[in-house]
């Protein structure tokens, strides 16, 4: 399976991205799990927000009302709208894939992923 983002930027404090992680390879459209995270420079990284094998998304504190997971319906893409950036969302974000049973909440650990994508940056200016 291999994972491929798309979207990143830079954009003004206050503005709006979508970034994009396509799946594709052998049993990519059986992928369950998606969760996304990030990181900033000289800082830990960071879960973002996932969803599970119900589909359910859920989503770091920090971001909460603010970012939003969907989906394509042929569930190979998994999109990540992000709203009302500041300049503290300013990171490299990454999405994870794995095959997995249960809620999204579970899989907050860089670990609990077999699949990872290459980055995109993604950069808010004040």
């Known amino acids: 399976v291999t994972l491929v983002e798309s979207g990143g930027g830079s954009v003004q404090s206050g503005g709006s991205l979508t970034l994009s992680c396509t799946t594709s390879?052998?049993?990519?459209?059986?992928?369950?799990?998606m969760g996304w995270f990030r990181q900033a420079p000289g800082k830990e990284r960071e879960w973002v927000g996932g969803s599970g094998s119900d589909g359910e998304p859920f989503y770091a504190d920090s971001v909460k009302g603010r970012f939003t997971i969907s989906r394509d319906n042929a569930k190979t893409t998994r999109y990540l709208r992000m709203d009302s950036l500041s300049p503290e969302d300013t990171a490299m974000y990454y999405c994870?894939?794995?095959?997995?049973?249960?809620?999204?909440?579970?899989?907050?650990?860089?670990?609990?992923?077999?699949?990872w994508g290459q980055g995109t940056q993604v950069t808010v200016f004040s």
């Open positions: 390879g052998y049993a990519a459209q059986k992928i369950n799990c």
């Open positions: 994870a894939a794995a095959f997995c049973v249960g809620s999204g909440n579970a899989f907050r650990r860089w670990s609990d992923y077999s699949y």
